[in-house]
């Protein structure tokens, strides 16, 4: 993959935001823009953008690069047959009896999602909060305290995910008092954060944060991070969560399963091959959601399945193999058809391995 700028990408996380590739001019730094690319920019109204350290990823002269069609915005997000009108308030279930502030979003009873930012390093043209984060239709209020006082009064939720945005671009001492707070609750057990910054913004994981999040505590911190195809991962990313686990954080994957950009067998298989050699624990791999404006990057449902099947089972160790599933408002839904138990009688299981070889195992009764 080759670069249109060639200069190293500023070491600093503070200075990297401040030269965030969010124009025409910075973007040209390191494309070169075809005359579709060049127009839907002059025209978009919506948030877009990424770090230097994530545009110098992108193929100069490749628009179809995974890289950039993730940060670039296309006319595409025009188009709309399968997203849902109001998908946010629906997913999140804002438009519940139980009274919530707007930081506070649910879908079980023991564990919630924290917002705490909207600012993110990169904005996702695949974005599930894009109504919110991306386009700007809708206006939520994110007062931490607010939340914080409502976790205090419902005893029920132990687990507690902070996302945004991305709440890793808050400064160390907001991270800080958010994690103390959080501490501080008896029923509180796990804290959780979102974020893409080991991927898009390596520099974040500094000494600053690695003192924050570090040291042992009864009350541990887990990280899932996003990456979507195996060009994002560089010797920067596997120094970040290899600081990270030496912190006693735990890195997992969150990729989203995206139309053009890793729903292939081999960028699949590479993909997740690559994220366990740095550490990185494949956890989930998203349907892309019915957020309005992205149809373009839609599969098929199967097609997870499907990939998960060829791609990686039989092929590398089960360390690599995420979970296919669809988030909705009643939680996250396994996508994962059974492929491998052919048929059963009174005696035998009748069983397929990834080639296609048959095997049996005992029926044993219950």
Not at 44 to 71: E, H, L
Not at 324 to 348: C, S
């Amino acid at each position: 993959m080759t670069t249109a700028n060639q200069t190293q990408p500023l070491s600093d996380w503070k200075t990297q935001l401040q030269n965030f590739v969010n124009s025409i001019e910075r973007l040209e730094q390191y494309v070169t823009l075809t005359d579709e690319e060049r127009a839907v920019l002059a025209a978009n109204t919506t948030t877009w953008g990424t770090t230097p350290y994530f545009a110098s990823m992108m193929d100069a002269d490749d628009p179809n690069c995974p890289i950039r069609k993730q940060v670039i915005p296309s006319r595409l997000e025009k188009l709309n047959t399968y997203g849902m009108t109001d998908y946010l308030l629906w997913k999140e279930n804002r438009a519940t009896e139980e009274v919530r502030p707007d930081s506070i979003a649910r879908q079980y009873r023991d564990r919630i999602a924290f917002t705490v930012t909207q600012t993110c390093g990169i904005y996702c043209r695949h974005c599930f909060r894009k109504e919110l984060v991306v386009d700007g239709a809708l206006s939520l209020d994110f007062n931490v305290d607010e939340g914080l006082k409502w976790l205090a009064e419902h005893p029920e939720v132990r687990d507690v995910l902070i996302t945004g945005g991305d709440p890793f671009l808050l400064a160390d001492e907001q991270l800080d008092y958010l994690i103390r707070k959080l501490r501080e609750l008896s029923h509180v057990e796990m804290i959780r954060f979102g974020t893409r910054t080991p991927i898009v913004l390596p520099q974040r994981i500094d000494s600053g944060l690695k003192k924050v999040l570090g040291g042992y505590h009864k009350v541990p911190i887990w990280i899932n991070t996003q990456c979507n195809h195996p060009s994002e991962i560089t010797e920067k990313t596997a120094k970040a969560v290899f600081d990270l686990l030496s912190c006693g954080v735990n890195v997992g994957n969150q990729a989203v399963l995206l139309k053009g950009i890793n729903d292939n067998v081999p960028t699949f298989r590479t993909l997740h091959q690559k994220l366990i050699s740095v550490r990185i624990k494949p956890y989930y791999v998203f349907y892309c959601e019915a957020a309005p404006g992205i149809d373009h990057f839609r599969t098929p449902v199967e097609k997870g399945a499907e990939l998960i099947r060829d791609a990686l089972r039989g092929h590398t160790t089960g360390l690599a193999q995420p979970m296919h599933v669809v988030a909705t408002n009643i939680g996250k839904i396994p996508l994962m058809p059974d492929y491998y138990i052919v048929d059963k009688d009174e005696n035998n299981y009748r069983l397929r391995n990834h080639k296609g070889q048959l095997t049996t195992i005992p029926n044993v009764p219950g």
